[in-house]
């Protein structure tokens, strides 16, 4: 069985209007029964002017209310992929307004992300939610909302977690035994039985395509650690020919990412005549 992660089956998947609404009736917690439509729309994002970047989106909803959604598959570690994200929510919310139209036209936008690595380490809940909240927990408007299912975490019981089976499952029997535990999952399981050997090689050419554009994003995210450590290094050797370097300094330069502040630490140290006087200076 072609992973459904790949790009070609993902989106084969989400091609059944009833996948599409069992998918968004769990992940959401919308009653099935309110679900009346889930239309496939146009996944370019309208480009205003000639050098604005063009998105694409993996797959691009509408419900029967006119709420607009878009659902995405990640499997490599892309650097920027937040602000990736909220590039999309933003330009899916502004997209349909023209001059002279009032706001009141703008639509509800809702993205969800399926990633296939740890992009949210401070929690362990694989199903993250975001909306605009004030401080208090407060809501300001209920027109943006984020969510974010990284499909490595540990399950937690929740309707979504057969998602989260069928996902990582590698042959169509873990997918059917989903499927009898879970009558919900029924419409999954037929889809992917009748996806068929036929579609293999056009998943393998487009996933090959899309590797190597993810691959961009990976290597620049590779290389930037590298130059990262490379640079808490350099810093740790210098600071060593002052003296013994404390371990709380250790640990506090070691892990730090920042290159441009590792570029002033680095500085600092070259000019630093005591190891406390780096510290006094540079407020560490």
């Known amino acids: 069985m072609i992973s459904l992660k790949a790009d070609y089956a993902f989106k084969e998947l989400f091609a059944h209007e009833k ?13 099935l029964e309110q679900i009346k439509s889930v239309q496939m729309a146009n996944p370019f994002l309208r480009r205003t002017f000639r050098r604005q970047k ?5 797959i691009a909803l509408v419900l029967n209310d ?54 949210l380490p401070d929690t362990e809940r694989y199903h993250s939610i975001y909306r605009l909240r004030d401080e208090a927990g407060r809501e300001l408007t209920d027109l943006w909302e984020i969510h974010i299912i990284e499909l490595g975490k ?17 042959s169509q029997e873990e997918i059917d035994q989903i499927a009898r535990q879970n009558g ?4 999954v399981a037929e889809v992917v039985r009748h996806m068929g050997l036929i579609r293999t090689l056009r998943w393998i050419y487009d996933d090959y395509w899309k590797a190597k554009r993810d691959r961009w994003d990976e290597d620049e995210y590779v290389r930037d650690e590298g130059i990262a450590i490379g640079k808490a290094d350099a810093t740790l050797q210098l600071l060593n020919t002052l003296g013994e370097v404390p371990s709380d300094l250790i640990d506090r330069i070691k892990p730090e990412r920042n290159t441009e502040l590792l570029d002033r630490w680095h500085l600092s140290a070259a000019r630093a005549d005591s190891i406390e006087r780096f510290r006094e200076k540079e407020n560490i």
Not at 19 to 26: A, E, G, I, P, Y
Not at 154 to 170: I, K, P, S, Y
Not at 184 to 187: F, H, L, N, Q
């Open 66 to 119: 006119n709420t607009k959604i878009n659902i995405e598959m990640q499997v490599y570690r892309q650097k920027h992929y937040t602000q990736r994200k909220l590039y999309y929510l933003a330009r899916m919310y502004t997209d349909d307004l023209m001059i002279g139209e009032k706001y009141k036209k703008l639509r509800r936008c809702i993205s969800i992300s399926l990633v296939d690595f740890e992009l």
């Open 184 to 187: 919900r999952m029924e419409d």
């Open 19 to 31: 996948v599409r609404k069992q998918f968004l009736s769990d992940v959401l917690d919308i009653p």
């Open 54 to 58: 063009q998105g694409i989106m993996d």
């Open 154 to 170: 540990e399950l937690t019981g929740h309707r979504v977690d057969d998602w989260n089976r069928v996902f990582n499952a590698t």
